[in-house]
């Protein structure tokens, strides 16, 4: 039966019921406790960690962090140390060009649509920022190939913003030391920025992502040398596989 405009307007007046948000999961006292150790124990291990990418003003670290996207810091450091003596800034890389730039960075993964977006990105920064990279977050994700990501790891690196960029290193550490149980990268950063206490949020990322590069590896954690297990909940886990 063909339905009358009445029944149809009856029909849109019925109030449609939102799905109820889940409460935010706080920690307990315990767990604020553990969490606090873990992090005093990473800065007593490496006051200022850093970036392993080779950088020396704002315009190489942006480039440099969008051409890391699935690549290895040392393969964009290799790409990136020539690039770097005859275009280290928008000006001069636009004056390289694209195919000028496509032969520096061949060696790296996805290097034409990263050069394709480096070149865009170098416009907008003459155009509309007078050649200086914008350090804020709403403009930098506005540039070609900077997504969340990378912005967060540019404004984190330079001191600018507490940001704690998600990549499968921190993704892996932040759910084996059980600091999060997100299933997205959005949803681990969320949860990160709730609960490492602020006077360490510069500089979790970077723990986070070299710990996982070199200790609480993919395969096999190397939990018999890692500074943090007696405070890992997953390490019972791996010590005996």
């Known amino acids: ?59 190489e670290l942006v480039t440099a962090v969008a051409l890391s996207a699935q690549a290895t810091d040392v393969q964009v450091n290799k790409a ?10 928008a000006e001069a890389m636009l004056a390289l060009g ?39 977050r709403e403009d930098l994700e506005a540039l070609p190939g900077v997504g969340r990501k990378t912005a967060s790891v540019v404004l ?16 892996r550490v932040s759910h084996r030391l059980k600091l999060s149980s997100g299933k997205t990268p959005d949803a681990v950063e969320q949860d ?3 609960v490492v206490p602020p006077p360490y949020q510069t500089r ?14 993919a395969r096999k954690p190397k939990c018999e040398i890692c500074k943090i297990s007696d405070l890992c909940p997953s390490r019972e886990l791996f010590l005996g596989a």
């Open 1 to 59: 039966m063909v339905e009358t405009p009445r029944k149809a307007a009856l029909v849109s007046k019925t109030p449609v019921r939102k799905a109820a948000r889940k409460p935010v999961k706080r920690l307990s006292p315990a767990q604020r406790e553990r969490v606090a150790v873990l992090f005093d124990r990473f800065e007593g291990l490496d006051l200022h960690p850093k970036t392993e990418l080779n950088y020396s003003n704002a315009y």
């Open 80 to 89: 990136t140390g020539p690039l770097f003596q005859v275009a280290n800034s």
């Open 98 to 136: 694209e195919e000028g730039l496509t032969k520096y960075i061949a060696s790296i993964g996805l290097f034409r649509s990263k050069a394709k977006n480096v070149i865009a990105a170098a416009h907008i920064i003459m155009n509309q920022h007078g050649g200086e990279v914008p350090l804020n």
């Open 156 to 171: 984190n690196e330079l001191d600018i913003e507490p940001a704690i960029a998600v990549d499968t290193h921190v993704f």
């Open 192 to 194: 990160l920025m709730r």
């Open 204 to 217: 979790a990322h970077h723990w986070l992502i070299l710990h996982g590069r070199y200790v609480c590896v």
